[in-house]
């Protein structure tokens, strides 16, 4: 091994470092998925390896001394974004080929075919996200489940995807400790495979920004539409999809994007508010509790709760102030 060996991010969380084949295999292999190794000189071949996880993903740097070539060894179930820091390295995938040098980066979606060549001295920073971890940020997003999600090989000069690469690493590497909370680890993994999926083209960005979110978000109206007519019936979470013609997730999102509330939310605002007009009603002869089963609150001291929370006073004081209306207009 020749040359200055550069600084690697992710410095705290280091898994390896060696000049022996099978010992970086082994461990990147632990890291990612079973692959061969190969050196094309072994006695210039070095390897560092630091790696954390993220949320159910996990975030890795490398860098590989000497000419080396990585080749799967058995299906990859998981969406590999890599970041080159100096070198560069050729590309085998489902997704295509493609050369990636210095500043350069590249996304491999899962498959069964990969081959990696990494020229002498490159550095690189990484994500291995799950498939299921990047679906479900699919249908987040407003559309319906993905399945098989590929993603183009190249990366455009403009994608943001990329930046959050670099601010998840550097935020790693901020913590004095060592030790990433698990909430921002979390928090970083779900930036990431946003920005990914807004931000690199896949074949299936054109039907996540056409229908997902709107459909979401007009399935809430009707859905809305329903309970508003009748708030008291029991909730019915996937008729109401089923007649809006979405997923149930799909409904469940567009709700949280239009009224800022899940389902059972939105419902029980409906009876709430349904509560507060019966119990300010001129002329009522019904007790809190006659009020709270007639709007759908099998609980009188969880509907007291809730309704104190919504208007900051107790069912109680709303009824006697009514009734109090109601006795001087008679007495006048």
């Known amino acids: 091994m020749t040359g200055v060996r550069p600084a690697l991010p992710l410095r705290r969380h280091a898994r390896l470092r060696t000049t022996a084949l099978d010992e970086a295999q082994e461990a990147a292999g632990r890291v990612m998925s079973a692959h061969r190794l190969r050196a094309t000189r072994p006695r210039e071949f070095g390897s ?20 080396a070539e990585v080749t799967a060894g058995v299906p990859m179930d998981y969406y590999t974004l890599l970041l080159v820091l100096s070198g560069g390295l050729d590309v085998e995938g489902e997704a295509g080929t493609g050369r990636i040098g210095a500043g350069r980066a590249c996304v491999i979606s899962p498959g069964e075919r990969l081959r990696l060549r990494f020229a002498p001295g490159t550095a690189q920073v990484a994500a291995k996200l799950p498939r299921a971890v990047v679906e479900r940020g699919y249908t987040r997003i407003g559309a319906e489940p993905a399945r098989g999600l590929v993603f183009g090989l190249t ?11 670099r601010l998840a690493v550097s935020t790693v590497d901020r913590f004095d400790s060592g030790i990433l909370p698990a909430g921002a680890g979390l928090e970083l993994e ?3 495979v946003t920005s990914l999926l807004l931000a690199q083209p896949h074949d299936r960005a054109e039907a996540m920004l056409r229908g997902g979110g709107a459909r979401g978000y007009r399935a809430a109206g009707v859905a809305a539409e329903a309970l508003a007519g009748d708030p008291v019936a029991p909730l019915r979470p996937e008729e109401l999809a089923r007649d809006a013609g979405v997923s149930l997730r799909t409904l469940q999102e567009g ?8 389902l059972t939310g939105y419902q029980r605002e409906l009876r709430l508010e349904r509560a507060h007009r019966a119990l300010s009603a001129p002329g009522g002869t019904g007790t809190v509790a006659d009020v709270s089963l007639a709007c759908g609150f099998l609980h009188l001291g969880r509907f007291a709760r809730d309704y104190r929370l919504r208007y900051g006073i107790t069912p109680s004081t709303t009824l006697h102030a009514s009734r109090g209306a109601d006795s001087a207009a008679r007495g006048g």
């Open 48 to 67: 560092r390896l630091h790696a954390v996880r993220i949320g159910d993903s996990t975030l890795l740097s490398a860098l590989y001394d000497g000419a």
């Open 190 to 192: 779900r930036m990431l």
């Open 255 to 262: 709700f949280r994007s239009r009224f800022g509330a899940s």
């Open 155 to 165: 990366v455009p000069d403009d994608s943001a995807w990329t930046g959050v690469l």
